[in-house]
């Protein structure tokens, strides 16, 4: 079966934002340098598969991601001022530099929950990661630009364990005060489970943060994604982060492994007659494509099972 049956359930929204991260969050965890012709032919298929954003790449130090060093390159060709919004990860006003001299209109900051985390990614403790971030969000929205936030370690730190959930939310917080138009809450290592999932949402709404300023960003490393993304969606969420084929990870968190196939997602979401506008067909042979390419299957279920085809 190639495609699933439909059956709407009423509880949920009719219609979801997908968050493509593959060519960013997936790439940047590979052994290799993916070359910049195959990253080029990737965000293409993917615009053409529907996605109605992507996020290509990330100004951040290329000695940090040896694998992204190429964004650059990359943003001169794709079509990143006409189309569809393909922001790229900025940490600091060098990076916001680096995007600006590129036409760049969409950026994402990306702190963090913890402070063991925030060293290990971003070199700065947990309030320095502010005072890096304050200057580069007030410009970047001088410029006109959209400013997305992600927070990592929202369910769990490899390092430091059990993440509380005020801590999480009020590091949230901080950075939607800077300007951010959403907040991205990251299961960076996929620990976080579905009671969990609710919890922290109910928390940020009683923080007067409500569900349509949140987005999840989940990994999958212990199969708990989907299930994930169904709490959240059941909450009111209606934005999801994924990646094509389900690659993808953390360099700075080795137990980071692939997010949310972006597949599995749209499967799910087709199933329950929920519009995200993807054509699954054409995203799943853009993932066999690219797994072909990297010279090893897809982790993704769907993929792997001819969904699509
Ligand atoms: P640092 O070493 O503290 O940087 O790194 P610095 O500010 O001290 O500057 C040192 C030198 O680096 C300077 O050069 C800067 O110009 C240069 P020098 O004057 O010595 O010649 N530099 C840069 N060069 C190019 N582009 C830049 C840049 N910034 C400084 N942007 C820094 C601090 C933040 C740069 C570094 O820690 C870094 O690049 N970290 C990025 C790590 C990363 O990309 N991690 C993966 C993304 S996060 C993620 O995957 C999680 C997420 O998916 C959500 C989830 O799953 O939870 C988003
Ligand atoms: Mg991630």
């Keep these: 079966m190639s495609l699933p049956m439909v059956v709407p359930d009423p509880r949920l929204p009719s219609s979801v934002t997908i968050y493509e991260v593959g060519p960013r969050d997936g790439l940047q965890n ?3 340098v993916v070359p910049v012709d195959v990253k080029v032919e990737l965000v293409e298929r993917l615009v053409t598969a529907g996605l109605p954003v992507v996020e290509v790449t990330s100004f951040v130090h290329p000695k940090w991601v040896p694998q992204l060093a190429d964004a650059e390159e990359l943003l001169d060709r794709v079509d ?4 569809i919004p393909m922001p790229v990860l900025v940490p600091n006003e060098r990076g916001l530099d680096r995007a600006l001299a590129k036409g760049v209109r969409h950026i ?8 063991t985390f925030a060293r290990r990614n971003l070199n700065r403790s947990l309030d320095e990661q502010f005072a890096m971030f ?5 410009r970047a929205l001088d410029e006109g630009m959209d400013v997305r936030a992600y927070v ?3 369910f769990g730190d490899p390092w430091e364990g059990e993440v509380p959930i005020d801590q999480v939310v009020a590091v949230g917080k901080r950075l939607l005060d800077l300007g951010a138009y959403q907040l991205s809450l990251g299961d960076t290592t996929g620990v976080g489970t579905t009671g969990h999932v609710t919890a922290l949402l109910d928390a940020f709404n009683a923080a007067g943060v409500p569900d349509d300023r949140l987005a999840m960003h989940f990994h ?3 199969g708990q994604a989907l299930a994930n993304t169904y709490a959240a969606l059941l909450h009111g969420v209606t934005t999801f982060d994924a990646s094509a084929g389900g690659l993808g990870g953390c360099p700075y968190a080795e137990s980071a492994t692939g997010n949310l196939a972006t597949e599995d997602l749209v499967w799910m979401l087709d199933g329950l007659g929920i519009r995200s506008g993807v054509d ?7 993932s066999r494509w690219l797994a072909g ?4 299957p897809s982790p993704s279920r769907v993929v792997n099972a001819g969904g699509g085809a």
Excluded: K, W
């Design 134 to 138: 304050e200057p580069t969000v007030t």
């Design 280 to 286: 699954l067909p054409a995203l799943a042979a853009t």
């Design 220 to 222: 999958d490393t212990y």
């Design 293 to 296: 390419h990297l010279g090893r």
């Design 152 to 154: 990592s370690m929202c």
């Design 80 to 83: 990143h001022t006409n189309g």
């Design 108 to 115: 994402a900051i990306f702190g963090s929950a913890t402070e």
């Design 30 to 32: 590979e052994q290799t």
